[in-house]
Antibody
């Protein structure tokens, strides 16, 4: 049973860089129909997709965050990571890693079929 | 693409039939999914491709629609179904979620 688990600091100071890692266990991160995503949820609010990466390193990001986000992958450790720079209080959220499953590769239809349990990150001095 | 859910909340009783709707700001064919989220937990995929039931999800959940209008139906609400439900589109980048519908106990 494949599982995802987020890890990283729960408190980050304003203007610094938020760094999180998602470890994939019970299966390989190198599957051909899967991308690996970061999604966040501010307190009491809805869900926002941050970006996704393929095991080869091909990535794409939410335009609203693109200038501050880097997602990387380490297939040897079965992990992918998120870096968000110049954080402010608005970046306080629960951060989830998730598997993006392309169930129809002919037209690119996808869904987030597996999620980590989430990790809370607070931006505060 | 914006996804607008309605209602934002509803109260229902065990056994009720519940319908949640989601409207896309432009046609997205069947590029829609539905998730359930319970307090303090990660979202869980219920429906993908507009109508396909995710493995392990009870058959009382169903999805319908295409184009701009989508519906999630719970045929007979169970105690474990009280949660917040989100629609999501994957027609374009960035994929976006609706604002959520909280289903509460009447």
């Amino acid at each position: 049973q494949l599982q995802l688990h987020e890890s990283g600091p729960g408190l980050v100071k304003p203007s610094e860089t938020l760094s999180l890692t998602c470890t994939v266990s019970g299966g390989s991160i190198s599957g051909t129909n899967y991308y690996w995503a970061w999604i966040r949820q501010p307190p009491g609010k809805g869900l926002e997709w941050i970006g996704s990466i393929y095991y080869s390193g091909s990535d794409y990001y939410n335009p609203s965050l693109k200038s501050r986000v880097t997602i990387s992958v380490d297939t040897s450790k079965n992990q992918f990571s998120l870096k968000l720079s110049a954080v402010t209080a608005a970046d306080t959220a629960v951060y989830y890693c998730a598997r993006t499953y392309y169930y129809d590769t002919s037209d690119g239809r996808s869904c987030f079929d597996l999620w980590g349990q989430g990790t809370t990150v607070t931006v505060s001095s | 693409i914006q996804m607008t859910q309605s209602p934002s909340s509803l109260s229902a009783s065990v056994g009720d039939r519940v319908t949640i709707t989601c409207r896309a700001s432009q046609s997205i064919s069947r590029y829609s999914n539905w998730y359930q989220q319970k307090p303090g937990k990660a979202p869980k995929l219920l429906i993908y491709g507009g109508t396909s039931l995710q493995s392990g999800v009870p058959s009382r959940f169903s999805g319908s629609g295409s184009g701009t209008n989508f519906t999630l139906t719970i045929s007979s609400l169970q105690p474990e179904d009280f949660a917040t439900y989100y629609c999501q589109e994957t027609y374009s980048t960035p994929p976006t979620f609706g604002g959520g519908t909280k289903v509460e106990i009447k």
